[in-house]
């Protein structure tokens, strides 16, 4: 079992809908998650972190984590082209993050 | 300015030489990292260096050798270079020990011929 999964898609979202990105872990143990957005070509960058089990907001952006069922999700609300990119979920483990492959996410106009 | 930088951003070359990445950080880190992203993406750890120490190792070939010389910097030397090693190399760095809230490089794009 990899240690971080997600659906690598693509996940198509019509313009100005939610888009709901899921990702999976098999570390209980594992207290620190993140979500990074990387455009094509680009390097990664951070966009949430979550530490605490629940709902986390920033902007149109909201992190939700489940750590009984090791399910980490962001939503992204009013979905943008702009937001059209692949997201790598993160979890922390011993000294490093380990990323899941990359949900690819195309919001159609 | 640039927080995180890397040179070459593209490197083409020959399977069987040697080539150097290198990374500088001036957001004042003691962590850094080097990671391999393959074709579909899957972003790896390679290295990582706690203020010139080496505290990750992962099972990378030993072709690999990660280079140190202040915390600041953090370069990648490959021998002996193999078709496989084709990926995009990006270092990162992150505040003391919380191995965290990384922030990447621009990434070198590395093709071997």
């Known amino acids: 079992q990899k240690e971080v999964e997600q659906n690598s898609g693509p996940l198509s979202v019509p313009e100005g809908a939610i888009a709901s990105l899921n990702c999976t872990y098999s570390?209980?143990?594992?207290?620190?998650f993140f979500w990074y957005r990387q455009y094509s070509g680009k390097s990664p960058e951070l966009i949430m972190f979550?530490?605490?089990?629940g709902d986390k907001e920033d902007g149109r952006f909201t992190a939700q984590l489940n750590k009984a069922s090791q399910y980490v999700s962001l939503l992204i609300r009013d979905s943008q082209p702009s937001d059209s990119a692949t997201y790598l979920c993160?979890?922390?483990?011993?000294?490093?993050?380990?990323f899941g492959q990359g949900t690819r996410l195309t919001i159609n106009p | 300015d640039t927080a995180v930088s890397q040179t070459p951003k593209y490197l083409v070359t020959q399977m069987g030489n040697d080539k150097s990445i290198k990374c500088e950080q001036n957001?004042?880190?003691?962590?850094m990292y080097w990671y391999k992203q393959d074709s579909k993406k899957f972003l790896k750890i390679m290295f990582s260096?706690?203020?010139?120490?080496?505290?990750i190792n992962e099972t990378v070939p030993n072709r690999f050798s990660p280079k140190s010389p202040d915390k600041a910097h953090l370069n990648l030397h490959i021998n002996s270079l193999e078709l496989g090693d084709s990926a995009v190399y990006f270092c990162?760095?992150?505040?003391?020990?919380?191995?965290?809230?990384?922030?990447f490089g621009p990434g070198t794009r590395l093709t071997v011929l």
């Open positions: 990162a760095s992150s505040p003391i020990r919380t191995y965290n809230e990384q922030f």
């Open positions: 570390d209980r143990g594992s207290q620190s």
């Open positions: 979550i530490y605490s089990n």
């Open positions: 993160a979890v922390q483990g011993a000294q490093k993050l380990v």
């Open positions: 957001l004042g880190h003691d962590t």
């Open positions: 260096y706690n203020n010139k120490e080496l505290i």
